[in-house]
């Protein structure tokens, strides 16, 4: 019984640890590199700028094995045209809920409610393409080739919370909503969007 059970959660711990080990291989290719990047999108002459960590998010803890690849990534993104400024949020999305095929809508996140610290907003979808906030090529690495992106337009207040506040939670809307947290320390994440909020507010 002992050795069955053993096996059990070794089994359990499989989709996190090689999430965790993809993970720290990202940053490593990261490391010595600028946290916050800018770039100019040739094709359609706007300036953006991004961190290279997004956060993580689960609906769960990740030994739940039904769950391995329910997964929501969060990223900051600032669109300058010709001084016009907006702010987005990129969200990676890889929950098998919901997520059916890449470049369709899905029930639940046209639009999510970020709960950062006791605040509650509320945001609608912009795209779920990288077009929809005039950009050519898409800004972040998704986990996994299946995963779905959608961009939200937010502001500077709700970056800096995504910074500052340890609680952060995001809800999926729809018919069947769910619950994303963040489910360990992300200091790299955390870090680069504190940096892109210095850089961005020059």
């Known amino acids: ?17 090689f999430l965790l080990i993809f993970l720290v291989a990202l940053s490593a290719c990261a490391a010595g590199q600028a946290p916050v990047v800018e770039r100019l999108d040739e094709l359609t002459a706007v300036t953006y700028t991004h961190t290279r960590t997004p956060l993580i998010l689960s609906p769960d803890t990740p030994l739940d094995r039904e769950n391995e690849r329910d997964y929501v990534q969060v990223g900051a993104i600032e669109v300058n045209r010709m001084g016009v400024l907006n702010y987005y949020l990129w969200l990676g999305i890889s929950d098998i809920q919901h997520v059916e095929s890449a470049g369709t809508q899905h029930d639940g996140f046209e639009s999510i409610v970020l709960v950062l610290g006791d605040q509650k907003y509320s945001v609608d979808i912009r795209g779920w393409t990288q077009d929809a ?66 850089t961005v507010m020059q």
């Open 1 to 17: 019984m002992i050795k069955l059970k053993k096996r059990s959660v070794e089994r359990d711990l499989l989709p996190t640890a």
């Open 133 to 198: 906030i005039g950009l050519s090529e898409p800004v972040y690495r998704k986990l996994f080739s299946t995963s779905v992106d959608a961009y939200y337009e937010v502001t500077l207040e709700h970056i800096r919370l995504l910074a500052d506040v340890d609680n952060i939670k995001l809800l999926s809307t729809g018919s069947a909503p769910e619950e994303f947290v963040s489910w360990y320390r992300q200091t790299t994440a955390k870090e680069e969007l504190g940096e892109f909020l210095r």
